[in-house]
């Protein structure tokens, strides 16, 4: 049975069902039928009208309320708590990004949602994002429009692998979001190919007024599947990872699912063996040397040759002294 606290979104959702089917409710008749006191409906009824331009109009005649435009709608209430709640939260998730197009009228309208929530979510649910990569607003939107309207775009390019800038004409297709960080994918003139680009690196970024036709085969999932993250490989090309784990890395990698292509194999010194395949090493050989000693690479040989060379340059620089122009005088603590 719902009660007086019945959850004040639910509630003024059905209110608006009932005055789009006819029904003519009034304070005092959906009250009882919501088991709230008729003066509670009034405020749900004035809500509607002041916080959502809700056209309601009294009819004297049926003793109740109507919308006089047919077709208004609060197709959002229409949602469920749950779904709610579940918009309220990937709020918090874009206030991560602040440049995004739809970052401020997201915020508005889950403001809204907590008004009638009798949780509160706030105190119970955040989000932290570890060096997020501020957003530019402008070159956001600009790419946003672009892929909306398929319009090419010309870009000034910093390459950080290359440590070089470059002028491109690109056909912007989609904008992921993988690990807080989003990606512009798009078919980039210059390399006669899809790339894929950050968008933080778009120096200048202008329209050139010509429009395309994206491929009409392209599909984002298909396209980041063989990536680790969003790194991909070039051509065919595909590695046959195998990494071991040991000790406390165990316990977590287990947790996890880190690729679809991923298999799981338990060793008998409790250890775990981590098999996977993939387009791009680079983000691999990230993810094993985040683990330290902890992780291993079993094959490609190439590859576990490579990650060794790597350990072993950084063993040798904390074998050496550290240089006294690093050092950090540190006064000496006083004794009591």
């Known amino acids: 049975m719902r009660t007086a606290t019945r959850w004040a979104m639910e509630r ?3 209110l608006d069902r009932a005055v789009r089917a006819g029904e003519y409710p009034n304070a005092v008749s959906f ?27 009294f009819d004297r005649r049926r003793n109740g309320y109507a919308y006089s435009d047919p077709h208004y709608r609060l ?18 998730v874009l206030r991560q990004y602040h440049g995004t197009r739809y970052a401020a009228d997201l915020a508005r309208a889950c403001r809204k949602i907590a008004a009638g929530v009798s949780a509160d979510l706030a105190s119970s649910h955040s989000f932290r994002i570890s060096a997020p990569r501020p957003t530019d607003p402008v070159v956001h939107q ?28 690109v056909d912007p297709m989609h904008l992921v979001n993988v690990d807080g960080q989003f990606y512009l994918v798009a078919f980039c003139h210059l390399r006669q190919c899809v790339r894929t680009f950050v968008p933080t690196r778009i120096r200048s970024i202008e329209a050139t007024g010509a429009a395309f036709d994206p491929p009409a085969s392209f599909d984002i999932d298909a396209y980041l599947a063989d990536s680790f993250a969003v790194l991909r490989g070039d ?25 679809p292509s991923q298999s799981v194999e338990e060793t008998p010194d409790g250890g775990l063996i981590l098999s996977l395949t993939v387009g791009h090493l680079r983000e691999v050989e990230r993810f094993v040397l985040s683990w330290g000693h902890e992780a291993e690479v079993l094959e490609p040989s190439s590859f576990r040759s490579r990650v060794g060379q790597i350990l072993t340059r950084a063993a040798a620089r904390y074998a050496q002294p550290l240089p ?13």
Do not use: C, M, N
């Open 235 to 259: 051509g065919d090309e595909a590695h046959r990872v195998r990494l071991r784990f040991t000790g406390e890395a165990v316990r977590y990698v287990r947790e996890r699912r880190w690729h």
């Open 324 to 336: 006294a122009r690093d050092l950090v005088e540190r006064p000496e603590a006083s004794s009591s």
């Open 75 to 92: 197709s959002f209430l229409d949602l469920g708590e749950d779904e709610l709640i579940a918009l309220f939260l990937a709020e918090g």
């Open 142 to 169: 600009a790419l946003e429009k672009a892929i909306r309207d398929r319009r090419r775009l010309a870009i000034l390019y910093y390459s950080a692998s290359r440590d070089e800038e470059t002028r491109r004409e």
């Open 12 to 14: 003024i959702a059905a």
């Open 31 to 57: 009250a009882g039928r919501v088991e709230v006191d008729p003066r509670t409906v009034q405020r749900d009824i004035e809500f509607l009208r002041d916080r959502f331009r809700a056209p309601l109009v």
